[in-house]
């Protein structure tokens, strides 16, 4: 690891868990707006799903009432294997809102074709953790750094189950990065309601039944018998015991992982 993998924590932990305290029952209006105020190198990293949309949508009205456009620029990942709906939508929301929206891909290529060539054909079935880093923590990581990030907006809510049962408003990732997660007490039904009721644009594959839509090649409908909303994410990655991309597994262990298969290939 090298010193410019890690950030200047912004507060200290025992600050982070004073916050934690004041935060704990606040709205997302207002843990929202509590970062807005507060986080320097504010950003929201985001694929467009359900809750990813319904944080836009409140920030863009945090920032309507105080005479500004949008407050929080946008980082969306694309992997290069999104559903062209996915695509679309990312369009749509950043006009919709005026959103800055800043868009990385893999290192050194631009399309699913360049991917397999550069990489290998079907990457995610072969190495999972290695299409991990290249589509998702590797583009990340250099997002943070050209754009100077230093506090990201999550999409991520306790009643998705798994790793996320636990979160906090706010967390501190082992570079120093601070995780905002402003909708950690809704529930799917929430999320959906409020989109519906404000008018917010979404993945027209929702209406197929889709509930949590990442790449295509591990993107299924979700498991109609698993329970509440512990199953919204079911459709990602079915047979396979994994629960995140690799956003959210520690950054440290992926990338020297990565950096040694690829020596021992060489």
């Known amino acids: 690891m090298t010193d410019q993998d890690r950030l ?3 507060y200290t932990p025992a600050q982070i868990d004073e916050f934690n305290k004041q935060l704990d029952g606040k709205t997302p209006q207002e843990v929202l707006t509590w970062a807005i105020d507060n986080v320097d190198g504010l950003y929201q ?11 836009l949508d409140m920030i863009s009205k945090i920032s309507l009432d105080r005479d500004e ?24 929301a950043s006009d919709t809102y005026l959103a800055p929206l800043h868009t990385y891909t893999p290192p050194d290529v631009a399309t699913a074709e360049e991917f397999a060539t550069k990489y290998g054909d079907k990457l995610w079935e072969s190495d999972e953790a290695s299409y991990d880093y290249l589509v998702k923590v590797e583009p990340a990581a250099r997002a943070y750094k050209e754009l100077g990030v230093r506090a990201v907006i999550t999409g991520r809510r306790r009643s998705q189950g798994a790793d996320r049962a636990d979160l906090k408003v706010l967390e501190v990732d082992e570079r120093g990065l601070l995780k905002v997660n402003p909708l950690i007490t809704w529930s799917f039904k929430e999320v959906k309601d409020y989109v519906d009721t404000e008018g917010v644009p979404y993945n027209p594959l929702l209406d197929k039944g889709y509930k949590s839509i990442g790449d295509w090649h591990s993107t299924a409908l979700p498991d109609p018998n698993a329970a509440s909303d512990a199953g919204e994410r079911s459709g990602r990655w079915q047979g396979k015991a994994k629960s995140e991309c690799g956003l959210h597994t520690n950054y440290f262990e992926m990338k020297k992982k990565f950096e040694q298969k690829t020596e021992a290939a060489a």
């Open 8 to 10: 200047t924590p912004q």
């Open 45 to 55: 990293t985001t694929a467009f799903g359900l809750t990813g949309l319904a944080a």
């Open 69 to 92: 456009t949008h407050l929080v620029p946008l980082i969306f990942l694309d992997t290069l294997h999104h559903f062209p709906e996915t695509k679309e939508l990312a369009t749509t």
